[in-house]
């Protein structure tokens, strides 16, 4: 196993503002992984598989609040809909129908974020601009009452061009501003951008992110 679980997160809520929000990305990581951070005192938890979350999270304490963050499946949404505390991924307007849904059927509202296409890698989903305010201006969107779209996130290209990580950071932050100011000014729940990860999360926070994503400088590489 490895060791030293609470010492990287503590190390890290060092160097990050007090206001920026930390998702522990605990995927492949076991139970007892999990529990080290937990005994730490850190609560907020990501996973980017359904059956990974659902295997999990019946066995760990009820106050983990658990973070969706992969590629979500219409199909699977209702086995997370019962518990998950933000769907960071919404990337159509078909999956935001079914979590609507399903929110609907277990009788509560679900957080969700806009995920975006920043990277200049095609091989992370999103949305653009164009179709993110399309989906917003719909019919659809506008008769959904059990979600909360609660801001938006992104994934850099993994490269070691800092550069080109802020560019693409700056964009997303760029999209937060533009759809606050269209769709959520009276809004105050449209407040989150996620983005930055363990090799990028000091130039995202630099580009105002409010939340980030880590996992391996938590737990060790994967
Ligand atoms: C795995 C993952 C992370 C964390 O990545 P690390 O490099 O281990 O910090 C963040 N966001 C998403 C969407 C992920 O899938």
């Known amino acids: 196993m490895h060791m030293g679980v609470a010492e990287n997160l503590m190390g890290l809520k060092k160097d990050i503002p007090g206001t920026v929000k930390l998702v522990a990305v605990s995927k492949t990581k076991s139970e007892a992984e999990i529990m080290e951070a937990y005994n730490a005192g850190h609560r907020l938890f990501g996973e980017n598989k359904v059956q990974e979350m659902i295997a999990k999270q019946p066995n760990l304490p009820a106050d983990i609040q658990w973070h969706f963050i992969g590629h979500l499946?219409?199909?699977?949404?209702?086995?997370?809909?019962?518990?998950?505390?933000?769907?960071?991924?919404?990337?159509?307007?078909?999956?935001?129908?079914?979590?609507?849904?399903?929110?609907?059927a277990n009788n509560r509202t679900i957080p969700c974020l806009l995920q975006f296409h920043i990277a200049e890698e095609d091989t992370k989903f999103g949305l653009s601009l164009a179709e993110a305010e399309e989906l917003l201006a719909s019919e659809e969107y506008r008769q959904m009452h059990n979600i909360s779209i609660s801001g938006v996130m992104g994934m850099a290209t993994y490269t070691d061009d800092m550069g080109q990580v802020t560019r693409e950071f700056r964009n997303l932050a760029s999209i937060f501003s533009t759809l606050k100011t269209n769709y959520f000014s009276k809004v105050s729940a449209f407040s989150e951008i996620s983005m930055g990860m363990s090799g990028d999360y000091a130039v995202a926070i630099k580009e105002g992110s409010t939340m980030i994503r880590v996992g391996s400088l938590i737990f060790g590489e994967r």
């Open 73 to 104: 499946q219409t199909n699977k949404v209702k086995f997370i809909a019962p518990f998950v505390a933000m769907i960071e991924s919404v990337d159509r307007l078909k999956v935001l129908k079914e979590i609507n849904k399903q929110a609907k």
